[in-house]
């Protein structure tokens, strides 16, 4: 049944989708620490789950709308912000003399302020563009075509991701050329995911559409701001 965005519950499955959205974004940043050689490019261990979390943004507004893709993705925020504190607190505690671990604690856990800024400006603008893009194009599109808006979304997200965090984690610290070639690499290689991930999550969209019985198209009057993020349109 195809409707107009309007009030409803939270389902359970919208919850699931919610958690494991957070789940993967907080794995995604553990093992962003590890830099990795895929196929000769140089990327992060952390693109293996990341995309991931770009998957979930998009079946969520493919079936529920925008502005519940807009509470996750902030929910998301809040539940990294939250787990990458404690890690720092972590990190900060006294060690006991039994543990010779420190060392590669504040290694692994010990980000520093400039990569831990970019991850979070990187991904809030990333994830909310990436819905946006979504959320207009299947009006625009009155719900076709789902394959190329969920690669064209993913596409104009992890590009903005890239081009947030690369410069300001590492911008004085790698060369430039080095900097582009991270930007470039991790957009196309997570759009690559995303297409080669696709027929899965036709799938998934597809029943639980059936499943919830709904399948939003955001009214012309939706509020698109960022910062609203408890108000469901």
């Known amino acids: 049944m195809i409707m107009e965005r309007q009030k409803q519950k939270v389902s359970i499955l919208f919850m699931m989708f919610a ?5 993967f974004l907080i794995l995604a940043n553990i093992m962003e620490v590890k830099v990795v050689n895929v196929c000769g490019f ?13 998957i979930i943004n998009d079946c969520v507004v ?19 912000l ?7 607190l972590a990190v900060a ?17 010990g980000s520093t302020p400039r990569i ?25 599109t009155r719900g076709r075509g789902f394959s190329l808006r ?24 790698l060369p430039v ?12 290689l997570k759009t690559l995911y995303e297409v080669v991930i696709l027929p899965v999550t036709i799938v998934v969209v597809k029943w639980v559409k059936r499943h919830e019985k709904i399948d939003v198209f955001d009214s012309k009057d939706i509020d698109y701001s960022w910062w609203k993020i408890l108000k469901l349109d």
Not at 177 to 188: H, M, N, R, Y
């Open 42 to 54: 140089t990327a992060t261990a952390g693109l293996l789950v990341f995309p991931v979390s770009y």
């Open 62 to 80: 493919e079936v529920y709308g925008f502005s519940r893709a807009r509470l996750v993705v902030w929910m998301g925020f809040a539940m990294n």
């Open 19 to 23: 958690v494991a959205f957070c789940t």
């Open 93 to 109: 505690l006294p060690s006991d003399t039994s543990f010779d671990g420190q060392e590669s604690v504040v290694r692994i856990f």
């Open 116 to 140: 831990l800024a970019g991850s979070f400006i990187a991904f809030i603008c990333g994830s909310l563009v990436n819905a946006y893009v979504m959320s207009r194009m299947k009006v625009l």
């Open 150 to 173: 969920a690669i064209l979304s993913t596409l104009f997200g992890e590009s903005v991701d890239s081009l947030i965090f690369f410069p300001i984690a590492f911008g004085g610290v």
């Open 82 to 88: 939250l787990v990458v504190l404690f890690l720092q």
């Open 177 to 188: 050329a080095t900097i582009v070639s991270l930007v470039w690499t991790q957009a196309v």
